[in-house]
């Protein structure tokens, strides 16, 4: 049986009835199941991490493209304190399949996080859609490699709702997609639907029964 959920109001990425089924177990255990989070260095990643950490339950390993990147690694040490020790950090980059091969291998669980985002529309939206799509596929492919159990992708809201569509409902649910081929689409919103629908069709196409795919669509992200 193929268990797939695609979750289009928000709620928080780390999901108690999805992994605190695993009993808690001291850091010295290496039994604990690893969850691989994807672009840990960005906002949503590093709070994802730090919620992972403090819970105890899992190992933690975190993608960046360049741990000697002090800009974005001195933010996590700091904010992470304590727990910052316990992190594994791995480079890895959405364009390169071999890479989050690498960063993936031996976890139980990825939460990928990782996407190009950029304020304004960029001159050539390849630029956001290229890595948004190949990253979420690579990802998923180096999972099934890894014998993984469940991958859950941060989606967007920006994935189902269409501000220029004057007919669109007042609810939504899981049947409704952003056209990413009308015209005037933003480049971030194509980018995002086009890289859950990506994962959806790779799931289906392959008939996978091992692997559990979760997508998460927020609508707005706020906070410390």
């Known amino acids: 049986m193929i268990k797939t959920f695609r979750k289009v109001n928000f709620r928080p ?19 604990r199941p ?9 906002y949503i990643g590093s709070h994802v991490g730090l919620k992972l950490l403090q819970d105890g339950s899992f190992r933690v390993r975190g993608t960046v493209r360049s741990k000697d990147n002090s800009a974005k ?6 904010g992470y304190g304590k727990h910052f020790e316990k992190l594994e950090l791995v480079e890895a980059d959405l364009l390169d399949a071999d890479s989050m091969k690498s960063a993936i291998s031996g976890s139980t669980h990825v939460i990928h996080v990782a996407s190009p985002f950029v304020i304004g529309e960029p001159k ?24 993984v159990k469940r991958v859950c992708v941060t989606s967007s809201v920006g994935s189902i709702v269409d501000r220029m569509n004057p007919n ?14 009308r015209p005037g689409c933003p480049a971030y ?3 995002k639907v086009m890289a859950e629908l990506a994962a959806w069709d790779f799931i289906k196409d392959r008939n996978m029964s091992s692997l559990e795919l979760t997508t ?3 609508g707005y992200v706020i906070g410390p």
């Open 216 to 218: 998460v669509c927020p």
């Open 189 to 191: 919103e194509k980018s």
């Open 34 to 42: 690893l969850v691989t989070v994807t672009g840990i260095s960005g």
């Open 124 to 147: 050539d939206e390849m630029e956001l859609i290229r890595p948004a799509v190949k990253g979420t596929t690579s990802v998923l492919e180096a999972s099934v490699a890894a014998g």
């Open 168 to 181: 669109e409902p007042e609810v939504y649910n899981e049947s409704h997609w952003l056209d990413p081929n």
């Open 13 to 31: 990425l780390y999901a108690k009835n999805t992994l605190r089924h695993f009993s808690s177990a001291s850091s010295n255990d290496d039994s």
């Open 73 to 78: 690694i001195d933010p996590l040490r700091e």
